[in-house]
Structure formats: C-alpha cells, structure tokens
C-alpha cells in the first residue's frame, strides 16, 4: 500500500474553481496553499470526454482536464500516486444515497463523503427522500424521522458545489409514500396504503409545496419525482370515487401534472421508468423485452421528463443492452442507475455489486450513455455499515473512468477514505451463497428468532450442512480482517469483528441445541445454559454498541431506535431460551413447544429478507 502524497499548490498556478474546491479538501488531505509537497499545475483540454491525466515530473505533478470532476479526480490520483490518463463519457457520475429508510446522514458526515465522491470524479448526488425534509405547515410531513431543514440541505448544496458535484432532490410524488400516509391527517390524499391519491385536489396541493421545497433548497434546476413502483395505482379510494380507469392513462395524467409543477418551478423532471414497462405485460414485469408499448405512450409521456432505467440485478451485459434500447425506443436516452449493493446486507456487499455494476458500466460506456448512478438504498432499516461503501463507490468510479485494476482502488481507497480495502470488501463476504440459487443473508440470520429458528431452518433446507460450511467461511473472514480490527475510518472493521464473532456463535448454538434437543441430552442442554447462550448474549452487546457508536456518527439519531428495538428483542429472545432450556431440564415443562416444529426438509427453503419474516411467527411489530 502507497503512503499519501502530500500536494502544495499556489493560487497564481490554479483556476479559481479547482482553488475553491483545493481549500476544502485541505481540511482533510495532505494538500496545502504554497507549503512543502509535490506542486499541483492545472492544464484545461478541450475534450468531449470527461477527461483526468496526471502527468508526474521532477517534484511537480501536472493534471490535465476538461471539466472539474476530471481535475479533482486528477486530484484524487496524484494523492495515491497514480499516473497516466483516464476518461469517460459520462457527463454525469455519481450516486443516489436514501435518506427514507431509516437513516438519514448527518450534515458533516455528508461533507465528508462529497470530499471523497470528488476525489473519484463523481459530480452528481441524488439524495432520495420520500418525507424526510420539512415542509411549511405540514406537521406530520417527517415527523419523528429527522428530515432536513431547507437550511440544512442549502449549506450541503453549497458546499457540494464548491467541489462540483450537483445535489439533486430525487422525491416521490405517487408511490412509495406509505410513511407519510401512515397518519390519519394524510387520509384525504390516500388512495392506498402506499400509493397518493391521484385527481385529488389536496394531493396537488402538496405535491406543489414538495416540488416548491426542492426549488428552493438547492441549486440544481433539475429533479427526480420517483413514481417507481405504483402497484395497484387507482384501485383504493380512486375507484370507489370514480370507478375503474385504465392505470396508464392515471399513470400518465398524473405524470403530466407532476411535470407541469415542475415546470412552473423551473425544474427539469426525471422519474423512474418501470411503470411504463409493466403497463405492456400482463404480469407487470419492468424487464420485458418484446411486448409492445401501447399505441400513443410515446406521446402521452411529456417529452421534457427524462426516464431513468434502474437495475441492480442482472448480471449479464446483454440485459443491460436490450433494456437501453427499450427505452430508446420510447424516444429517450435513459439515464441509468445501477446499484452498490448496502440494502439488506449490514455490510458493503462487493460480490454483488461486482456482478451487477460492472457489466452494467460497461454496456454505459458502449451505448455512450451520458449519466450514470449508483443506488444505495435502505430497505428495511438502513443498517448497513454505510462507510464501507465506500470501497464500492471508488471501485465503481475507477470502472466507471476505464480503470480495471483493482490495485488502483485499492490505493486510491487508502488514500482519499483512509480505509483497508482488502479488509473491507473481505467482510462484505459475510454474505454468502451456499448455492447458486441461495445466500445466506447475515442480518436475517442475526434477528433470527433463537426459538423458532425460521431462518436457520430455510437455510438447511437449501443445504442441511449450510451452518458448518459458513462458519468455516466466517473463520476465514475473521482470520483476514484481524488484521485491520482498529481502523474504523472507512466501514468500522472492529465492529465487522463483533459482527462475525456473533454470527458464529449464534450459528453455533442453534447447531447444538437441535442436536442436544432432539438427542435429550441433557448436560448438553445445561451447558448451553450455562456458556454458550451467555456467551452469544455478550457477543450481541458488542455488536450493538458498535452499531449504535457507527449510526450516530454518520446519522442523525432519529432511526437507531428501530434496530435497538430488534437487538433488545433478540437479547430478550437469547435469555428466554435459557429460561425455556432451564425450564424443560428441572421438569416445569416436558418439551419445548418451538423446538418441536419445524418444516420437512421436502419444503422449498424461503428466501426471506425482511426483520419481520424471521423475528416470529406472524408479521405483527
């Protein structure tokens, strides 16, 4: 691994913009105004592409570039001591954090990530709210979910711009919006649980006050209004009202008010393109290939709203390619978001991403593509260590400018997060596949109920040696991270320790205590009682103070209190076990109610990735 450049750099030598954003960076990197290190010279190009070469000679470093991005990825290389050219013909490059589910990042950690999104090139954040933002007079609008204030949001738009990154607000202005519709004061505008009631007066008029909010906050005259996903659209309260329509002429109605808001506000509308896509096939799916559009989508869809075509899930290039010209044949460029892999994983997990991200890339890159994304959403609570997605962002921001080796990212990684990037992308090995078809989701397995066991037991379904084969997986995971245990400046490995730790013993213990259980062993049992479930019960404390110390160093505090909720509930559930246990071996019961159930191994194995489906019996919160 390279040691950090140290960079100096002097006004008179440097365009005002890039001296702007060096000033920043100097509050974090080893780049200072006329002091001691390699000399920093700028040299514009005039090149369609985006464009980032560094040319290093005798003590001084020239960065060659055509637009901002390329000079702070320039930047970003000289600092990991990485020469030569690179470029892309992406105009835009960046990410799409979610604030919606759950976690909603502090201002000064937000900073610090546009400081490291810079230095890899990217210039553009989406930030995907559904309700977390506050609105004039909308009380229950983010309630008890920390939203940002407009203020908030302004000084975060300032200072992404000094280092040229645009902010954009990506909304939902019809779906999705199933927890701001949770309150009865919302009633009026409810079509379904989910889903805003479209032809509603009062639905307009907050949809005016969201796209107003967003006008204002920031600088950026263009703005994402979701409209993902709307399943069921018109069949709640609209068709009771005004009978059954056609979902793509609400679809598309609604989409033309929506843009026409937009519009008066100076805005540029883009929404997700999956509805329209669903709308051709009778079981809705987005990806089809072959069924035709209906006759006059073309025209109906406004001709200034930009279609964004989202996958995170294919993993061959030549789905990516027929999805493209899909929509090329609507008549539009897509713009495209794929997806660093955060959601229902508590760690980065690069596999998938790899899998999905870079055939994706590369197809971008062939089509000529302009703008490209990276999703990285919160499904379920947001409890992904979000710091060790960083390694993706750099990996994908490398691919993403047509560097392939890994060695790059890796010191790139070391130099602008500070972060172990072996270490990092070996804990995102903690989701596994125990088959092609099946992986073992380490969240489910870690609120897994101790009694009823639902995850442990769908997953020896799949595999019944399952348990010892990941354990000797999470050994070698272990064994590669210890190393690094102490850095915690890019993904916390000390707390992927803890995590691991736990995991194991947990793993354990469910395998001992079917065997011990269906054998009647009862020292077996008493030993569980006595080490192994004490032993688990304090793994888990260190699991969730170092989750509890990571959130609310990245996070506001709003949001922590839902995975508390599922630690304490599963400590409870670890201690109720002893009880049960003490309880079967001194006589007050004969057996061991949820121990005694469990599914054939005949059963299709269930591929469950939600807290709900593994924390008991029932979906009851």
């Known amino acids: 691994m390279n040691q950090t450049a140290k960079l100096a750099w002097r006004e008179s030598d440097t365009p005002e913009e890039i001296a702007a954003a060096l000033r920043l960076l100097e509050e974090e990197y080893p780049i200072s105004e006329g002091g001691r290190g390699l000399k920093l010279k700028f040299r514009k190009l005039n090149d369609a592409e985006n464009v980032s070469r560094v040319v290093r000679n005798r003590g001084e470093v020239t960065i060659e570039y055509s637009t901002l991005s390329g000079a702070l990825r320039g930047v970003g290389s000289a600092l990991a001591k990485i020469d030569g050219e690179e470029r892309t013909s992406f105009s835009k490059l960046g990410i799409m954090l979610d604030v919606s589910r759950n976690m909603v990042m502090r201002v000064e950690h937000f900073k610090k990530w546009l400081r490291r999104l810079s230095l890899c090139g990217c210039n553009e954040v989406l930030i995907y709210s559904e309700d977390t933002y506050e609105l004039e007079d909308e009380p229950f609008f983010g309630a008890y979910r920390a939203p940002y204030t407009i203020d908030e949001l302004k000084e975060m738009d300032d200072y992404a711009d000094a280092l040229g990154v645009e902010l954009v607000g990506c909304i939902q202005t019809l779906g999705h919006m199933e927890q701001l519709l949770q309150h009865r004061y919302y009633s009026s505008i409810t079509d379904s649980e989910r889903i805003m009631l479209v032809d509603e007066p009062e639905t307009e008029k907050l949809i005016r006050k969201m796209i107003s909010f967003w006008s204002s906050a920031l600088r950026s005259r263009r703005i994402h209004v979701g409209m993902d996903e709307a399943h069921g659209l018109g069949r709640g309260k609209h068709q009771t009202l005004h009978g059954a329509e056609n979902e793509s002429a609400l679809m598309t109605r609604h989409l033309k008010l929506v843009s026409g808001i937009c519009k008066e506000n100076g805005l540029s509308p883009m929404i997700w393109s999956d509805m329209f896509f669903r709308m051709t096939n009778p079981g809705h799916e987005y990806y089809d290939y072959t069924s035709p559009f209906p006759a006059g989508l073309k025209k109906e869809i406004d001709p200034d709203t930009q279609l964004v075509y989202w996958d995170y899930y294919h993993t061959q290039a030549s789905d990516y390619r027929k999805m493209i010209a899909r929509h090329r044949e609507l008549g539009r460029e897509p713009v495209v978001g794929s997806g660093i892999w955060t959601w229902t994983r508590l760690w980065y997990d690069h596999r998938t991403t790899m899998e999905t991200a870079l055939p994706c890339i590369d197809v971008c890159r062939q089509e000529k593509i302009s703008e490209l994304f990276f999703t ?238 593994v924390s008991g019996g029932s979906w009851i919160n």
């Open 376 to 613: 990285m959403w919160g499904d379920d609570g947001a409890y992904c260590n979000y710091d060790s997605s960083l390694a993706g962002i750099v990996r994908c921001a490398d691919l993403a400018y047509g560097d392939r080796d890994e060695n790059d990212s890796a010191d790139r990684f070391e130099a602008i997060c500070h972060g172990d990037y072996g270490a990092v992308i070996a804990a995102g090995e903690i989701h596994a596949k125990i088959k092609d078809d099946f992986e073992v989701l380490s969240p489910m397995l870690m609120w897994d109920d101790p009694l009823l066991g639902k995850y442990f037991d769908s997953c020896k379904r799949a595999d019944p040696e399952f348990d010892l084969a990941y354990l000797d997986e999470l050994d070698d995971i272990l064994c590669r991270i210890m190393p690094a245990a102490e850095n915690r400046n890019a993904g916390d490995i000390g707390y992927a320790v803890d995590l691991i730790k736990f995991l194991m013993k947990k793993l354990e213990l469910r395998g001992a205590l079917e065997a011990a259980y269906d054998l009647g062993d009862r020292l077996a049992l008493r030993e569980l009682v006595t080490t192994t479930i004490p032993a688990a019960i304090a793994a888990l404390v260190e699991v969730d103070a170092g989750f509890r110390r990571n959130w609310l160093q990245c996070a506001k505090a709003h949001g922590l209190e839902r995975i508390q909720i599922r630690n304490a509930g599963q400590l409870a559930r670890l201690e109720e076990l002893a009880v049960r246990i003490r309880e079967y071996l001194d006589g007050t019961i004969e057996r061991i109610e949820e121990l005694d159930e469990r599914l054939p191994h005949s059963v299709v194995p269930e591929k469950m990735n939600r807290y709900k489906e």
